[in-house]
């Protein structure tokens, strides 16, 4: 069964409970696959192919893909207020960063907008794309760029949003607003994103995974500003960073570069 986000962000747990563990997020009209329903929550694969339950009241289930065709628009602001109105502000939702949202028309310096419910909203005028290919390919400094306006978000487990974000979620929205799919985790950005290159060549926008003291796991990723310096988000510190290289506090484990060389 197809479903679609239909608030600002959904919170996706380890277990068919709320507040059980979360295990991520999704944004405002990113298409889920529901594989099972139990109660109130549902089971489900979002685009980046991980698993989690959901709350059936925050998705919509629809036969059609939303936003699959025509055109859309996406947020390329931490935020986006969402209005019902293209006169005056009159707030229907607030849209995070990397919402694609269905594009129906526009008026003046506005687009309209058809939600995942059926509702309709007028959002500043933006950039309009392709249903079918909405994150055009950008260069490193775009996606480092991303990540620097992202500093001062607060530490969230599970976070994809700018109201909260883990490391690799950090990783992950920085490099989905450059045209890049990352896997959702640390561990298995490690594994399947990119190529690994020596420490001695990192450059800018490179991926560095980290393990802890005790254990072999990958468990952290930042993003490479220069030799020293690395932008990431700060489980000890709670908190988007930039910091120096040595200060992260945990064992280099390799370096990937996902984006190809110039």
């Known amino acids: 069964m197809r ?3 239909s608030v600002p ?7 068919p409970k709320r507040n059980s563990e979360r295990v991520s997020q999704v944004r405002l009209g990113e298409s889920l696959v529901v594989e099972r329903i139990e109660d109130r929550f ?7 192919g991980y698993h989690g339950w959901i709350e059936r009241s925050s998705v919509k289930t629809s036969k059609r893909k939303y936003a699959g065709r025509g055109k859309v628009t996406v947020v390329e602001g931490l935020f986006e207020p969402i209005s019902t109105d293209h006169q005056r502000l009159d707030m229907l939702m607030v849209a995070p960063m990397g919402s694609t949202l269905e594009v129906v028309g526009k008026k003046g310096n506005w687009t309209r907008v058809r939600l995942p419910d059926g509702r309709s909203g007028f ?23 991303v990540a620097l306006r992202l ?4 530490y969230l487990w599970g976070g994809t949003t700018p109201w909260g974000l883990d490391c690799s ?3 992950q929205l920085a490099y989905k607003m450059g045209g890049y799919q990352l896997l959702r985790d640390a561990d298995l950005q490690f594994e ?18 980290f393990r802890g003291e005790s254990d072999d796991r990958v468990s952290h990723v930042a993003i490479c500003l220069d030799k020293d310096m690395v932008v990431h ?3 000890s510190k709670r908190v988007v960073m930039v910091e120096s290289l040595p200060n992260v506090g945990a064992h280099l484990v390799g370096v990937k570069r996902v984006v190809p060389s110039e």
């Open 3 to 5: 479903a679609t986000v």
């Open 42 to 48: 549902a089971w489900v694969r979002s685009e980046d």
């Open 151 to 154: 500093v001062g978000t607060p």
């Open 9 to 15: 962000v959904a919170d996706m747990w380890k277990k």
């Open 233 to 235: 988000a700060s489980g």
């Open 192 to 209: 399947s994103n990119g190529r690994l290159v020596s420490e001695s060549d990192m450059r800018r926008g490179d991926l560095l995974f």
């Open 169 to 171: 979620g950090l990783a």
């Open 123 to 145: 959002m500043r005028l933006g950039e309009l794309r392709p249903a079918h290919g909405p994150f055009p390919k950008r260069d490193i400094a775009h996606i480092v760029g």
